[in-house]
């Protein structure tokens, strides 16, 4: 079967399509939780403390940033479809768990496996669509992609629903069981295709993939306009990773709404914004970098510069229209920037690092919104979260004003370098533009 659809022209956006549901579950299970916490609070009455359910929050993202680095060499020198087929999996089966957990700690471990097993999939599944879409549908195919992220964010903000009329237990069972099983059928429809091939006449030992995985790192960190990129993606996760944790909590203080109620508002104004906004910047991208090499750079900071009096209006404003005027500016800009990041990876890394660039970009993204969460939950309990949102616009800015002086990319498409060792590329020419 595999076979079959893979001869037809159309199968690169079919993977599209079948990774669409995994990054809809991906953002589901672990958003689920984050309006769930009134309801819980019966069951697991630690959850009552903003701090509690800050740690709680924040052990999922330390996790997941700590393996990101690791998911990424792995996904690079490894079958990625096992690996994300695997990962779906036990994350789904985690979920599945946490609807029989009774004490707060057993929440917090099942919370670690999540960030364990969900850490393996965007590394390898972004990778695995940027070998099967080149320079033209690239930023597109992504955006398709990461829309299923969004629409799995903004489903999440009805588990609070579920759970009014039904109960938190049936909102994690019924959503892990899902997921168990859609990881079987993807077994037979999806197929690995790398853009490069190991080197296999050198005899594999641990001691070898170490020393390959050391050189790949050298690589990247010798790479001036990868360190770039590590900030540009790291620094607006601060208010990324604040708005998905903590807005629908600045929601119920600054409009006095029931989270029932707050949570759907909260999340799914800021992701069916951002749902539009990567389709939006994923199609300007593709076309405005056929016809200058910093088209995907401009296009995602003028979606970043939207998030800016968006976050002016969460620190200021308590009138609902301008609030949700505010998440509607937030979610649109983070879209047009986050659909933005692997194509523009792409444009200084060369295929056989991606995973890995971008694991190590999730590890710095992914602890900067650690930081962030842990830091909210103790503003909240003291009354000054709509303080913090205000002053994370001066970090966006930065990095607005970083990538667009230090960026200068000279083709669309980064091919292998051929002194790199452990790999053969089978791409031997870089489309550029003059």
């Known amino acids: 079967m595999i076979a079959k659809l893979n001869e037809k022209k159309s199968y690169p956006w079919i993977v599209v399509g079948l990774l669409w549901f995994v990054a809809l579950l991906n953002y589901l299970d672990r958003q689920m939780?984050?309006?769930?916490?009134?309801?819980?609070?019966?069951d697991i009455p630690e959850l009552a403390k903003a701090e509690n359910f800050g740690l709680l929050m924040a052990v999922f993202l330390w996790i997941y940033a700590l393996m990101s680095p690791v998911s990424g060499i792995i996904a690079d020198r490894f079958n990625r479809k096992r690996i994300i087929i695997g990962s779906l999996f036990i994350w789904s089966g985690v979920t599945m768990a946490m609807g029989y957990a009774t004490t707060f700690n057993q929440i917090y471990i099942l919370r670690g496996i999540m960030g364990f097993s969900e850490a393996f999939y965007i590394p390898a599944a972004l990778s695995l669509i940027a070998d099967y879409h080149q320079e033209k549908t690239r930023s597109f195919a992504i955006a398709i992609h990461t829309t299923g992220i969004y629409l799995g964010q903004a489903l999440g903000g009805f588990g609070a629903t579920i759970s009014k009329y039904?109960?938190?237990?049936?909102?994690f069972h019924s959503v892990g069981l899902f997921g168990v099983l859609y990881s079987i059928i993807l077994i037979f429809f999806i197929q690995e295709k790398k853009t490069y091939f190991l080197d296999t006449t050198k005899k594999s030992s641990i001691g070898n993939e170490f020393r390959q995985m050391f050189k790949g790192l050298g690589m990247l960190f010798g790479n001036i306009s990868f360190w770039v990129l590590l900030f540009y993606f790291s620094a607006p996760s601060l208010p990324g990773w604040a708005a998905k944790n903590w807005l629908p909590t600045l929601f119920t203080e600054t409009l006095h709404l029931d989270m029932s109620l707050a949570g759907p508002i909260a999340t799914v104004t800021i992701s069916m914004s951002s749902f539009f906004g990567v389709l939006i910047g994923g199609a300007i991208s593709d076309r405005w970098v056929m016809k200058h090499l910093k088209g995907r750079i401009y296009t995602s900071a003028i979606g970043l510069f939207l998030t800016i009096p968006a976050l002016f209006l969460f620190g200021y404003c308590c009138d609902i229209t301008a609030i949700v005027f505010g998440a509607v500016l937030f979610g649109l800009g983070f879209g047009i920037y986050d659909t933005n990041n692997m194509p523009i990876l792409c444009q200084f890394v060369a295929p056989?690092?991606?995973?890995?660039?971008?694991?190590?970009?999730?590890?710095?993204?992914?602890?900067?919104?650690?930081?962030?969460?842990?830091?909210?939950?103790k503003a909240a309990d003291n009354g000054g979260m709509r303080h913090v949102f205000v002053l994370l616009l001066f970090v966006v800015f930065t990095a607005i004003v970083l990538q667009l002086?230090?960026?200068h990319p000279k083709t669309i498409d980064m091919i292998d370098e051929s002194e790199a060792t452990g790999f053969q590329s089978k791409k031997e020419t870089n489309l550029e533009i003059k």
């Open 33 to 42: 939780l984050s309006t769930m916490k009134s309801a819980m609070m019966d």
């Open 166 to 171: 039904f109960s938190w237990h049936f909102s």
């Open 352 to 377: 056989r690092y991606r995973a890995t660039g971008y694991g190590i970009m999730n590890f710095a993204g992914i602890s900067a919104g650690a930081v962030i969460t842990e830091f909210l939950g």
């Open 405 to 407: 002086a230090s960026l």
